[in-house]
């Protein structure tokens, strides 16, 4: 039972991944019909485009499954391992990473967004019950997430920036599809991920309980992988035509949107609050994920100081800045092994 089990959970992975390579397509052919920015694109839309599974994976495994620890897994390990991604595309794609094009500011105001959060998380993790702003099972914690994520999109630039080459490029194209006829297709598309989304999850708590698994590990582990394939298709798809700036907005604005799910779980969840007090694995998780977001953080200042003073395109970058963004690449990947290690222990 258990080998068409792992089966089912290969063939509901690849189903992701197609599903939700289908509607970054339709996401990304709305985006040439517009002027809003391709870093806001990455980090709204497709961003939740390329979240459902994790949406409602969590929200089957707390209406029908009960299984409140398995939604903070999924989450944290999705965010680990989103970071895991974007460290393949700057190693894999190293000078892409430095030549691109990247809208920074709007992607420091989600950085902005991701240390509050995670801030908040670190105190839900770690504070006693008696210090925890909840009343019954809701931890007002969750809604200051949601209040938090709500400002952060609100607050970053929706216009692109004016790029000749860029515009000349996505007109060149274009799909001969109608607006309607793609918000049919993603529709259609969105409802079949949905579906697959909710068998994986029951399959993944099969396979949690089969190898004894806490369902924190089993979420960080099977369902959290699973549901970040199409991060992983998307973002490694967009690196590697140079469109650094839509994938890595892709990356962190998933980040982004799964506290969102925390959120809205949290109202989902009779038995308890999601923030479970000295949940081992979430808090290495926790605290993982806070090390390498550091990391890529000064990454990205240090390419937005060089960018700033470099005289012309021709100007080499220093030996020194190669050396930390390679070495940034390693920490975002090593993050989540470090963790799987760790929880083992």
């Known amino acids: 039972m258990i080998f068409l089990a792992i089966g089912g959970y290969i063939l509901l992975a690849l189903g992701i991944v197609f599903l939700s390579d289908k509607l970054s397509y339709y996401v990304d052919q709305l985006d040439k019909k517009t002027t809003i920015s391709g870093a806001f694109l990455g980090g709204v839309l497709l961003a939740a485009v390329t979240s459902l599974p994790e949406l409602f994976t969590s929200l089957s495994a707390t209406i029908f499954i009960h299984e409140r620890e398995l939604v903070v897994g999924n989450i944290l390990g999705s965010n680990l391992f989103n970071l895991l991604i974007i460290g393949l595309a700057i190693l894999i794609f190293f000078k892409n990473y430095k030549t691109n094009k990247i809208e920074f500011k709007t992607h420091f105001i989600v950085f902005g967004g991701l240390a509050i959060i995670y801030g908040l998380m670190t105190y839900g993790l770690l504070a006693l019950d008696k210090y925890q702003p909840a009343v019954g099972p809701i931890n007002f914690i969750c809604v200051l997430i949601l209040i938090v994520y709500g400002l952060t ?130 808090i290495i998780m926790n605290f993982a994920t806070i090390i390498v977001l550091i990391f890529l953080f000064f990454s990205l200042l240090i390419r937005y100081l060089f960018d700033k003073k470099k005289l012309d395109k021709s100007t080499k970058t220093p030996l020194w800045q190669n050396i930390f963004h390679i070495v940034t690449g390693v920490v975002l990947i090593a993050g989540y092994f470090v963790f799987l290690i760790l929880s083992m222990v």
């Not at 582990?221 to 199409?230: E, H, Q, Y």
């Not at 839509?246 to 980040?255: F, P, R, T, V």
């Open 153 to 282: 999109v609100f607050f970053q630039p929706k216009e692109k920036e004016s790029n000749n080459e860029e515009d000349d490029k996505k007109e060149q194209d274009v799909c001969s599809l109608s607006v309607k006829q793609i918000i049919v297709r993603f529709t259609i598309f969105a409802l079949l991920l949905i579906g697959v989304s909710i068998l994986i999850t029951y399959v993944t708590d099969y396979i949690g309980d089969y190898f004894t698994l806490s369902s924190t590990v089993g979420g960080a582990i099977f369902l959290a992988v699973a549901t970040s394939l199409p991060e992983l298709v998307s973002t490694l798809s967009l690196c590697k035509r140079g469109n650094f700036n839509a994938g890595l907005g892709d990356i962190i604005g998933s980040c982004l949107f799964n506290f969102c799910i925390i959120g809205l779980s949290e109202f989902m969840s009779y038995d308890g609050s999601l923030l479970i007090r000295n949940n081992k694995e979430a």
